[in-house]
């Protein structure tokens, strides 16, 4: 799979497809962290928007003020929304149930407007614009893959060991966590810390590949926090390669939407003469969001554990099928 | 020599004192029942102990040290363990992953823990359900499962909250013979039951309390004997 993935720009040379698989592996990365945190650990969060954003804007404001390579602030990206999540975690923790889900929602919106309203800082409603490094897509691509596999490999690690046993128990029962010894506050803030890491890094080289960035864009509740819950529910929540597989859907299926069947809708509507198709094409292609509900209340409903996770149904159905 | 100690230990919950100036001491080695009518504050009190919610008043001390402003992971941590009366097994987890986790509080490394996991299961008889996951259960494995758990903390003392309802005669034995076998291995037992062949069977000395307070304590013979209680549980005798 990793050779496959290593070896894929050479197969796919367009460069537009070459930027989705990017967004792809992006979404691996965001969508993993998510999963750590919610699927393994049940801590369901909305506010990925906000430590995707804090990442992008490390990365961007030290290249735009201080004119240093926004790679630096890919590395300081995890660093910096890690320091934004000590706190956030510090005050939502205690809280049971819903309330940490409603501060993770506020937490993205509160950074939201941060950054709109401290123009001094970030340039407000204007946003940031850095030199990207590359032309080329593929360094992107190669180093967008490094972070989706050291997300994987990092799950996957904590799983298995005491973190991942200690983050499973709370997220079952916290009362009997507590009561076989587990500190539940401490360790609902390793995997807080460790999704804010994640998906700041995936932020900041979200600035370093678009080169823009601004409020609306990489704080956005549903472009970047929801999509980031979509990618791991229809993949598969606390399985490992399920977000990996619900990032290749969503990104494909957001795109499709995007450009109304790749164009295909337009080129039907031009076909048919205009008037009726044009609107279908025209809506479809503002109706993304709309698909994403339709689509989670479908998996929800038919694969409750992803497709990942309910890969074994999946089969039995196509093979009585 | 006491192994735990309560000191005028009370709950509110809002108007409602569910434990009233409760005090009792625990020694070490001994099997202590804790007996009451439903609703009377027995589960309250080893909320208490175990600081799933602070006292109102009072003071909890644990070998000698005061275990009252502790948070529940630190009580587990000092020794003591215990089970839930609503069995709260990891669900999504098998039975041996369900006694891993807590075997890695005294086994940091994953062999370790794996190891004393099965150590447990084998010691409380789970060891055929090891790979079945624990939502699959019977009641009687569940708490059975619960009490394996608690083990595998190694703990000093033992709280058990009504591990023998709900199980016929043939598991009711056999509970019994677990918890027995428990003492022998040197953890001091507190036991909360409503069932009177357990907990007249088993136990050294009995605390009985009503409407969160405290109206008799003694051996099972002399608590049984007690008009206070046979009036708690059977209500006002003759005299209409």
């Not at chain 1, 699927?39 to 404001?61: D, E, M, P």
């Not at chain 2, 609703?39 to 644990?62: C, D, E, Q, R, W």
């Not at chain 2, 609503?86 to 086994?107: E, Y």
Request: charged share 15%; aromatic share 10%.
């Amino acid at each position: 799979m990793l050779a496959l993935m290593l070896l894929l720009p050479f197969v796919v040379r367009e460069p537009y497809f070459q930027h989705l698989l990017i967004l792809v592996l992006l979404w691996v990365t965001i969508g993993t962290g998510w999963n750590l945190l919610a699927g393994y650990t049940g801590q369901v969060s909305f506010g990925a928007a906000g430590f995707f954003g804090v990442g992008a804007y490390t990365a961007g404001l030290l290249s735009h003020h201080l004119g240093i390579s926004a790679w630096w602030g890919m590395a300081l990206g995890g660093v910096v929304a890690m320091v934004v999540a000590f706190p956030f975690g510090a005050i939502t923790f205690p809280l049971r149930g819903a309330y940490f889900a409603l501060g993770s929602l506020a937490l993205g919106e509160v950074m939201r407007h941060v950054a709109t309203i401290w123009e001094s800082l970030t340039e407000g409603m204007v946003g940031i614009l850095i030199m990207q490094t590359f032309i080329s897509k593929l360094p992107y691509y190669y180093i967008a893959l490094a972070l989706a596999v050291f997300s994987i490999v990092l799950v996957h690690q904590v799983t298995r060991s005491r973190l991942g046993y200690y983050f499973v128990s709370i997220r079952e029962d916290q009362d009997a966590a507590a009561s076989i010894g587990i500190n539940t506050t401490k360790y609902k803030m390793i995997s807080l810390c460790m999704h804010a890491f994640l998906t700041g890094m995936a932020g900041a080289l979200y600035m370093n590949y678009m080169g823009f960035i601004d409020p609306h864009v990489v704080f956005s509740l549903h472009d970047i926090s929801i999509m980031a819950i979509l990618v791991a529910i229809v993949g598969g929540v606390g399985t490992l390669h399920g977000p990996a597989v619900g990032a290749f859907i969503m990104v494909a299926l957001q795109e499709v939407f995007r450009t109304a069947g790749f164009g295909g809708l337009k080129a039907l509507s031009d076909a048919m003469g205009g008037g009726f198709m044009t609107v279908v094409t025209k809506y479809v292609s503002q109706a993304h969001v709309l698909a994403f509900g339709i689509l989670v209340v479908v998996v929800i409903m038919n694969l409750p554990n992803g497709i990942v996770g309910d890969w074994a149904r999946i089969k039995r159905v196509f093979r009585r099928g | 020599m006491a192994i735990l100690e309560l000191h005028e230990v009370s709950k509110n919950f809002g108007g409602l004192r569910a434990v009233d100036r409760v005090s009792f001491t625990v020694d070490q080695g001994e099997i202590f029942g804790l007996i009451g009518p439903n609703g009377s504050g027995k589960t309250t009190t080893f909320n208490l102990i175990s600081h799933v919610y602070p006292a109102s008043a009072g003071k909890i001390v644990f070998q000698g040290r005061d275990i009252t402003p502790l948070k529940t992971h630190q009580i587990c941590a000092l020794g003591v363990g215990r089970t839930f009366q609503v069995v709260k097994p990891l669900k999504r987890m098998t039975v041996l992953d369900n006694v891993i986790a807590s075997a890695f509080l005294r086994h940091p490394s994953m062999k370790d823990a794996r190891q004393q996991a099965e150590k447990w299961l084998d010691f409380c008889g789970l060891t055929p359900y090891a790979g079945h996951l624990a939502r699959g259960l019977s009641i009687a494995s569940r708490k059975r499962l619960e009490i394996t758990r608690a083990m595998a903390t190694e703990p000093k003392l033992l709280l058990l909250d009504e591990t023998a309802a709900g199980l016929n005669p043939g598991e009711l034995d056999e509970a019994i013979e677990l918890i027995l076998k428990i003492r022998k291995s040197g953890v001091t037992i507190v036991i909360v039951e409503h069932i009177m062949k357990v907990i007249m069977s088993i136990s050294d000395r009995i605390h009985c309390i009503n409407h969160g307070q405290t109206i008799a304590q003694g051996t099972p013979q002399e608590v049984a004997r007690d008009p206070k209680v046979i009036e708690a549980y059977l209500g006002h005798g003759g005299g209409h």
